[in-house]
């Protein structure tokens, strides 16, 4: 009995544990940034394309080995037909059996250095592949940063949403008080439940709003929807001082080095460059070697003698016809193209315009990784700019809504002044934490392009 109740007991913690949501503590953006680089699918599949390129590069090395292969034939046939192992025509009611095995191998000693400049391009490629992988990882960490802060920014405003709806009901209290005692008019109170209802809406817009970027950040890092965690906050102090001497020139410089884009853009162009090669190569003469080894056998094959006056015939047995039929061959042919209907000119020309076109798409990478290392300045230099300036107006208007608040309590005001003063109070608050937290967002994205750790 003790047993049973022991299994159910037992049992029931695993259903508790199962059915409960994962919890992770406290995430920090560079645990979310790791768990997504390890996890996310994106890169595995940007890894799969760098395998591929792997077994390109293997297969062409391999193309420099002569090949090897082995064959053997076997057949019957009854009736007429040329024994070509006994070199004979074969005429009446029997049935033959001709068998053969081969061994062969061939080489190319020469072909316009094609397969050489092969395994350069594909080992050209393989480092546009890695640099892809690198790529996808780049955009993820963006990714990250950009939901991680999204949802940093839309649980501060729920938090404040939640504390302007307390200061709401407070008031809605002490004006249902005040309008028992016939202190306030019925419209007094009504625009004071009017405040509570357009705040509660606030609280549900900024929780629906947080609940998504949560969503968007889990599915990121490839978590279930169900895992709890929360997010740590950064110092705004630090970030402000940070980059306060952030220059065009010092993050441009940083950013051409560490960008996978850029990298990528010179890969291409070698890989553009060695295509040309490759395409030449068909101008070359073909130099192949090529040898084999092989037997054969027949049914048929009769070795004759004499026998005192008469010719004897004796079947000549399986293993010694292998050894009387073997042979040998060997032998070298030489291809020289004259004219292929302009192939290999145009195969060469449009390896031509390729190049120029990996030159041209590495200089717009290049340029517009300036125009965005240009913007990026610009937005956090405006960020700044912008959270100053919300400071400012949360805090003048909270000076304004504290300054009305005193005046309705004794009636110098009416409930109208009361709700505006109020309103754009919250509203400042609400832009004062978009700005902050946008121009923690503009910070990291500097961190991005120059390759720092990005952290809080």
Excluded at 130 to 150: F, M, P, Q, R
Aim: glycine letters at 6%; aromatic letters at 10%; proline letters at 2%.
């Amino acid at each position: 009995m003790r047993q049973k109740i022991s299994y159910y007991i037992v049992l029931f913690f695993i259903l508790l544990v199962i059915g409960s949501p994962l919890g992770y503590g406290q995430v920090t953006l560079q645990e979310a940034i790791e768990t997504t680089l390890e996890r996310n699918l994106q890169i595995k599949q940007a890894e799969f394309g760098y395998q591929l390129s792997e077994q390109d590069l293997y297969q062409s090395k391999s193309e420099l080995y002569p090949n090897l292969s082995i064959g053997a034939d076997n057949s019957y046939n009854y009736g007429l037909t040329f024994d070509q192992t006994s070199g004979q025509l074969i005429r009446g009611n029997f049935w033959t059996t001709t068998a053969g095995a081969q061994l062969s191998s061939s080489v190319a000693l020469f072909q316009g250095f094609q397969k050489i400049n092969q395994i350069k391009a594909n080992k050209i490629k393989l480092a546009v592949d890695a640099t892809e992988v690198e790529k996808v990882k780049n955009d993820l960490i963006l990714s990250v940063v950009t939901n991680y802060l999204e949802a940093i920014t839309n649980g501060e405003l729920y938090e404040a949403a939640q504390q302007q709806v307390k200061l709401s009901r407070e008031q809605l209290r002490q004006d249902s008080i005040q309008f028992q005692v016939g202190n306030k008019t019925l419209a007094d109170l009504s625009q004071a439940e009017n405040q509570v209802a357009t705040d509660e809406l606030n609280i549900m817009s900024s929780e629906n709003a947080y609940e998504l970027s949560l969503l968007n950040l889990k599915q990121l890092m490839e978590l279930s929807p169900d895992t709890t965690f929360s997010l740590e906050r950064p110092s705004i102090a630090d970030i402000m001082a940070e980059y306060a001497i952030a220059s065009f020139d010092n993050v441009f410089k940083k950013a051409m080095l560490t960008q996978p884009v850029i990298e990528q853009a010179g890969y291409n162009k070698e890989l553009a460059k060695k295509n040309i090669d490759i395409a030449k190569g068909a101008y070359y003469p073909t130099l192949n070697l090529s040898a084999g080894y092989g037997s054969n056998y027949s049914s048929r094959a009769y070795d004759q003698f004499l026998v005192g006056d008469l010719i004897v015939s004796e079947k000549i047995p399986f293993f010694n016809q292998v050894d009387l039929n073997k042979s040998f061959r060997g032998g070298l042919s030489l291809q020289v193209p004259i004219f292929n209907n302009n192939r290999t000119k145009v195969a060469v020309n449009k390896a031509k315009i390729g190049y120029l076109q990996a030159e041209n798409e590495e200089a717009l990478a290049r340029r517009n990784l300036e125009k965005t290392i240009a913007q990026a300045i610009l937005d956090l230099k405006s960020a700044n700019k912008q959270y100053f300036a919300s400071q400012v107006a949360f805090n003048t208007s909270k000076v304004a809504y504290e300054t009305i608040k005193e005046r309705y309590d004794v009636g110098m005001a009416n409930s109208m002044e009361m709700f505006t003063a109020q309103t754009n109070m919250n509203s400042a608050e609400f832009e004062m934490i978009r700005r902050k937290y946008e121009m923690v967002f503009r910070g990291k994205v500097i961190d991005y392009y120059i390759g720092n750790p990005i952290t809080f």
